[in-house]
């Protein structure tokens, strides 16, 4: 694929003023803007993060990212790390709520809720969160678009600016392509590809995302990475080759759109609406 050749470009840091994790943080005192809140104790937390992941579910079902019981969410919990709160075995996404989700351990043992635990769903998740003690929340579903393009067995192209968001943040897995995860070490072997970057392409299986700092985090890549499956398939399909945006660019977008802290602040729309239109989730 050919390149759009640009000039050298700033790092963020540069252009970053003090205090600022973000350019996107509004400089003007008193507008209304997205704040991470601060909690009182872990109980006060456990409940943020489960909505949280409940609304993560819910926006799967909008995207239509069910495919039977296939598919699970997962956050880590904030008193007890070796913990996980995860989505209900076969149980759709738009009827996950706070009262069915399932808290396990790294052995798949649910410890709290009515409701079994996905297998295959343990087997990787447990075994990212145990290899990579920064992850807190990590995503996979069996999707459309994804799971074409993981057939491919190729990373994602950075052909444009939402694409660049995981330019050098992404691995393609071929361990355990096509087999499913049922046995612990083929959760390992996925797991050990998994370090220092927010989402997986698994060969012949689908997308994963991760994050270091949310569930909101996590989902919202799942959503954008979905999508630019999606528009790389498409363009290919054309038979013209597109132009992509350089290496330097590149980064420099990601630096800007890719972090986890922008995947938060993106989920908190898909939030705001969730919580207007469907209030059910908090039962």
């Keep these: 694929m050919s390149t759009i050749d640009e000039p050298k470009q700033a790092t963020q840091e540069s252009i970053l003023k003090p205090g600022k994790i973000s350019i996107y943080e509004p400089d003007q005192e008193g507008v209304i803007f997205p704040r991470m809140p601060e909690f009182k104790d872990h109980a006060e937390h456990r ?7 409940v609304a993560a579910c819910r926006a799967f079902a909008l995207q239509g990212f069910d495919y039977g019981f296939a598919g699970h969410l ?21 009827q996950v709520k706070v009262s069915n989700l399932i808290c396990a351990d790294h ?23 145990e290899q990579h003690q920064d992850i807190v929340a990590m995503c996979h579903a069996h999707t459309t678009y994804g799971t074409a393009f993981a057939s491919l067995g190729k990373p994602l192209a950075p052909i444009s600016q939402d694409a660049a968001a995981f330019f050098e943040d992404h691995v393609v897995i071929g361990d355990e392509a096509g087999k499913v995860a049922v046995e612990v070490k083929g959760g ?59 290496p330097e660019r590149a ?21 705001s609406e969730l919580v207007e239109t469907q209030p059910d989730m908090f039962d």
């Design 47 to 53: 409940k943020y993060l489960k909505e949280r992941l």
């Design 107 to 129: 052995e798949g043992k649910v410890v709290e809720g009515e409701y079994a635990i996905n297998r295959a769903g343990f087997v990787l998740h447990a075994a990212v969160h």
């Design 188 to 246: 390992n072997k996925v797991a050990n590809a998994f370090k220092g970057v927010k989402a997986a392409i698994h060969q012949n299986h689908g997308l994963l995302t991760a994050s270091r700092h949310s569930i909101d985090s996590a989902a919202f890549w799942f959503i954008a990475l979905e999508r630019c499956c999606q528009q790389q398939l498409m363009i290919e399909a054309t038979g013209i080759t597109p132009k992509e945006v350089t």
């Design 74 to 94: 997962t956050v880590r919990d904030p008193e007890h790390p070796g913990l996980y709160w995860t989505n209900p075995m076969a149980v759709h996404f738009s």
């Design 251 to 271: 980064r420099y977008s990601r630096e800007h759109v890719g972090s986890d802290y922008i995947g938060w602040l993106h989920f908190q729309t898909i939030w």
